[in-house]
């Protein structure tokens, strides 16, 4: 079962523009994450925002979380070609008990 | 490097039979984690143990078992292997007992079933 759903499939733009991706989820949550994915590789934690919280900061990573929309969204700012990765969002709460619940991922192509 | 290994990195094996992998979670780690990817049903929780407890379980199919050892090592076991088994089968660990917190990821076991 997917609880989250990212939006866009796949984006594709040139190095330092930015890269918004967003997520969706049907259910309440207690946390909101994001992950990246290189091909092939391990996910890798990027960011952590609990429902209490309306915005976080990473270096050049931002994400909002509005529980009323039930949607998230990962803002890459001057994008960077190793950014090129697949990034996918993962949920938890009460809904699917003590489980990570990962979205499709929206698959970033940044080209240099 | 996210410290949880994971072996073997490809495995090509035959259906009907059965395969082991092997994860070593991040020194201290309590929490393992197994999830299986594959292009038509993205990452899938499947099971997860807490110091040698199983605590939370997915969509973990009949023909698959784990476990975790006294020394936090854990195992997950493919038995009767279908082509649909083909997938990319990732063990995370994390030092909480829930899931509000990061996953450390494995490099992945890649098995390919012909």
Redesign the interface.
């Known amino acids: ?2 609880q989250g759903e990212e939006d866009p499939q796949a984006l594709s733009i040139q190095e330092g523009e930015n890269a918004t991706m967003n997520c969706s989820y049907k259910t309440s949550i ?2 909101l ?1 994001w ?1 990246r994915q290189n091909s ?6 990027l960011i ?1 925002i609990r429902s209490n919280e309306r915005e976080k900061h990473s270096g050049r990573l931002r994400v909002t979380l509005d529980t009323s929309k039930k949607s998230s969204s990962l803002l890459i700012t001057a994008s960077r070609a190793a950014d090129t990765a697949s990034y ?1 969002c993962a949920t ?1 709460g009460m809904e699917y ?9 929206t698959i970033l192509r940044v080209k240099s | 490097d996210s410290g949880v290994t994971q072996t073997p990195k490809h495995l090509i094996t035959a259906t009907g039979q059965r395969v082991t992998l092997r994860c070593s979670p991040r020194s201290g780690d309590l929490s393992v984690y197994w999830y299986q990817q594959s292009l038509d049903q993205g990452l899938q929780f499947l099971i997860q143990y807490y110091n040698g407890e199983e605590r939370a379980k997915g969509n973990i199919l009949e023909r698959f078992s784990a476990q975790q050892f006294p020394d936090l090592h854990s195992e997950l076991n493919l038995s009767s292997l279908e082509l649909g088994d083909s997938a990319l089968y990732f063990c995370a660990s994390s030092g909480l007992a829930g899931v509000a917190g990061e996953l450390f990821f494995g490099e992945g076991s890649r098995l390919t079933v012909l």
Do not use: E, M, T
């Open positions: 079962s997917q207690n946390n994450q992950y092939g590789r391990g996910l890798v934690h952590l996918f938890d008990g003590n489980k990570l619940v990962f979205g499709a991922g």
